[in-house]
């Protein structure tokens, strides 16, 4: 149950797109099409972005979305505001019937 | 609304025990999975444990299994998670998250409750 790798951090400035990436393996990320994107403010609960790779639950702004291919999923925030500075972290339901998390990927913006 | 409050957390001593609660309410408690996720202090997160809703399917993380238990009362809406053998690297904030019907994720999360594991 290794953790998926994210890189530590990104950053952009106002207006601009960044894509994080998740890497996984082929009993995770690339077995099933359940990859989900938490995003997390300091001292605050997780709030789920993404789920089944590509879906936003209501009321999620279009400027998030998800993609994935093979072993690797992928969160594009575009037009970055201020406050989409935040912690990131991906997830996967994995074929031991269990859920692995990134390790996180702290998003500065400028 | 959906609520999630976590309770339980506080000091144990390594080797010790705590259980933790979660108090559901805005949904229909019984037809949703859900999950225990921690977070140790300036780390990420580490999803420990599940349940379904009838209690007939349970997982867990290998770093917990065998030391804690997951259960639910339904007609309490409530979540438990029985943590023995508690060891320096179980202290965390801990939160409980329902799962999305068929989602394999978890759209609403609690605020989380404090376990330090300290002689």
């Known amino acids: 149950q290794s953790a998926l790798t994210q890189p530590a951090s990104v950053s952009g400035s106002p207006g601009q797109s960044i894509t994080i990436s998740c890497t996984g393996t082929s009993s995770d990320v690339g077995a099933y099409d359940y990859v989900s994107w938490y995003q997390q403010h300091p001292g605050k609960a997780p709030k789920l972005l993404i789920f089944?790779?590509?879906t936003r639950p209501s009321g999620v702004s279009d400027r998030f979305s998800g993609s994935k291919s093979g072993n690797t999923a992928s969160l594009t925030i575009s037009g970055l505001r201020t406050e989409d500075e935040a912690d990131y972290y991906c997830s996967s339901f994995t074929t031991s019937t269990t859920w692995v998390f990134g390790g996180g990927t702290g998003l500065t913006v400028l | 609304e959906v609520r999630l409050v976590e309770s339980g957390g506080g000091l144990a001593q390594p080797g010790g025990s705590l259980r933790l609660s979660c108090a559901a309410s805005?949904?229909?408690?019984?037809?949703?999975?859900m999950n225990w996720v921690r977070q140790a202090p300036g780390k990420g997160l580490e999803w420990i444990s599940y349940?379904?809703?009838?209690?007939?399917?349970?997982h867990y993380a290998d770093s917990v299994k065998g030391r804690f238990t997951i259960s639910r009362d339904n007609a309490k809406n409530s979540l438990y998670l029985q943590m023995n053998s508690l060891r320096d690297e179980d202290t965390a904030v801990y939160y409980c998250?329902?799962?999305?019907?068929?989602?394999?994720?978890?759209?609403?999360w609690g605020q989380g409750t404090l376990v330090a594991v300290s002689s």
């Open positions: 089944d790779v590509t």
């Open positions: 998250a329902r799962d999305r019907p068929r989602g394999y994720c978890s759209d609403y």
């Open positions: 805005g949904f229909t408690f019984s037809d949703y999975s």
């Open positions: 349940v379904n809703g009838r209690s007939d399917a349970k």
